[in-house]
């Protein structure tokens, strides 16, 4: 039985970043299967991205409230032409994709959750998991779980329920924003429980994934 071909992915996340805000994207950038972008990100420049690369581009919000357009006569709409993964399970590209945007609550406002919203919307989500009997390949979220990625500062704090999941679904791939560059969080790392490579998906960046059969 042949081997299927890894799939290769571009993230986003926080940051509008020149290289592929810019006229001539995608040129050099290669070929990809999917686009995930993991919060915080203007609903424009979703929808420039998606119009520039022939793939999906799903997406979970971020803290800010910003993955909007802004439409005359209608105000802040959804981008389109785009899957918001938030609270839910997606199958694209040949990927199982489960999504969970916000991150845990530290002052009042929209884009962020408590324990017992998490933990709720979490266990819709696997249970969605357990009836599709699939394995789950992305975990898409902007918080970043329990660990060497958590920000120094009580609103980047890692999120426990976001921990518990991965370790109970255990995806191989964990993809967040969140914790800027400048915290030194970018190195992507295994979780030692579950198995799953987290990565900081801060500004872009390109990898591949192994494919199911």
């Not at 997606?90 to 845990?104: E, I, K, Q, S």
């Not at 890692?158 to 964990?174: I, S, W």
Request: proline share 9%.
């Amino acid at each position: 039985m042949s081997v299927p071909a890894p799939k290769r992915l571009l993230l986003l996340a926080d940051h509008v970043h020149p290289y592929v805000y810019r006229q001539g994207f995608p040129q050099g950038l290669g070929p990809l299967d999917l686009v995930l972008a993991a919060g915080d990100l203007p609903g424009d420049y979703l929808e420039f991205v998606a119009t520039k690369l022939p793939v999906p581009l799903v997406y979970v919000p971020g803290n800010h409230e910003n993955e909007y357009v802004h439409e005359e006569g209608q105000g802040r709409v959804p981008p389109r032409g785009v899957i918001n993964a938030h609270g839910r399970l997606v199958r694209v590209a040949g990927l199982t994709v489960a999504g969970w945007g916000g991150v845990p609550r530290y002052r009042e406002g929209a884009g962020q959750y408590d324990p017992g919203e998490a933990r709720r919307g979490l266990g819709r989500v696997g249970w969605r998991l357990a009836w599709a009997r699939r394995p789950l390949d992305i975990l898409l979220t902007h918080a970043p779980p329990l660990g060497p990625h958590v920000g120094s500062d009580y609103a980047h704090r890692g999120c426990e329920e976001l921990t518990r999941f991965m370790r109970a679904r255990r995806p191989g791939l964990l993809v967040h924003g969140h914790v800027h560059e400048y915290e030194g969080k970018k190195v992507e790392y295994t979780d030692p429980l579950s198995g799953t490579r987290v990565v900081n998906a801060y500004g872009y960046r390109v990898l591949e994934v192994p494919a199911r059969s």
